[in-house]
């Protein structure tokens, strides 16, 4: 009789520690990381250490650590150009924190989208937040989610606070309610142009240049900008303002790719986000023109004969 069920016996332990292990599998998520830090110190490396401390089975990637020094903007930009490609349950950690040891308040936010970005809140959650949506955002209680034996160090909070939590909460150590308490006061937005159409003539602002080639990507989208008509091959009146100050202004061939017009020309043309955008063919537009980004910087565009 013992010998009888002891297969069954087998079996259920078996099954019991396949669908345990699938459940723990399911809980540990990707983790990403972007920083303003670059990769000449070990400033990166600290933080996926802290990470491997908390689980050695955490799937780590970097975004990027090439965001300018404490260019908050940019790294809002970035992770909302990247996110929606990461899978739903993806971990986002991003430190662009110069406000690193004030008041500024430690931040984990959910998206509608079920992806989590660990920050501080300074304007980094401005672009997921358009276009993810936040359903709730959560302060971290540094009393239980902060390294042991950090409490000394108030300059590396990337590594101290964010990588931890980050790590915990894409490990299932800890569920997005255990991050701390519902953060009630509303995320800090940073303010920009945004794209609209009116009297025949598009604007947006300019919230990034594709920095390897010097081409400037604007936030008019492909909806926006086909309500001026245009059609490949045809003309448009470009103005670039910088402060209200004229930086560029100047007629573009609208086209699909970059070899339609000749070496060294201007032209305008939609990225690969299907947003309108400028270059110069075998050329850096931005070096050219001297045009920059940011949420200071607005493009109109018209279409010409």
């Known amino acids: 009789m013992h010998d009888l069920s002891y297969p069954r016996f087998q079996t259920f332990v078996l099954l019991f520690l396949f669908v345990a292990g699938s459940a723990a599998q399911a809980q540990r998520r990707a983790l990403v990381f972007q920083s303003d830090f670059g990769l000449k110190d070990a400033a990166v490396g600290a933080m996926k250490g802290v990470a491997f401390g908390v689980s050695s089975d955490l799937a780590m990637f970097d975004l990027t650590h090439e965001i300018p020094p404490f260019d908050v903007w940019q790294a809002s930009y970035r992770l ?20 690193v040891g004030s008041s500024r308040r430690s931040v984990v936010a959910r998206t509608k989208t079920g992806h989590f970005i660990v920050t501080p809140d300074n304007g980094t959650l401005t672009h ?154 075998l050329g850096n537009f931005s070096e050219t023109h001297h045009v920059m980004s940011g949420s200071d910087w607005a493009i109109s565009i018209r279409k010409v004969k």
């Open 128 to 281: 997921v937040g358009e276009s993810l949506g936040i359903e709730e955002v959560r302060e971290i209680d540094e009393a239980k989610n902060r390294l042991g034996n950090s409490n000394e160090s108030y300059t590396f909070h990337g590594r101290d606070v964010y990588a931890y939590t980050g790590a915990r909460l894409a490990a299932g150590v800890i569920a997005f309610e255990e991050v701390g308490p519902v953060y009630t006061g509303g995320v800090v937005v940073i303010p920009y142009q945004r794209a609209s159409f009116a009297n025949g003539e598009v604007v947006g602002g300019i919230p990034i240049l594709d920095v390897q080639y010097g081409n400037v990507w604007t936030n008019v989208d492909k909806s926006t900008f086909s309500k001026l008509g245009a059609a490949v091959g045809d003309w448009l009146q470009v103005k670039i303002t910088h402060k209200g100050k004229i930086i560029y202004h100047n007629r573009v061939r609208f086209v699909e790719t970059f070899a339609t017009v000749e070496k060294g020309k201007d032209l305008g043309y939609l990225n690969s986000l299907l947003n309108f955008s400028l270059a110069v063919n």
């Open 80 to 99: 909302g150009q990247a996110a929606a490609y990461w899978p739903k349950g993806t971990v986002f950690v991003s430190i662009i924190d110069p406000g």
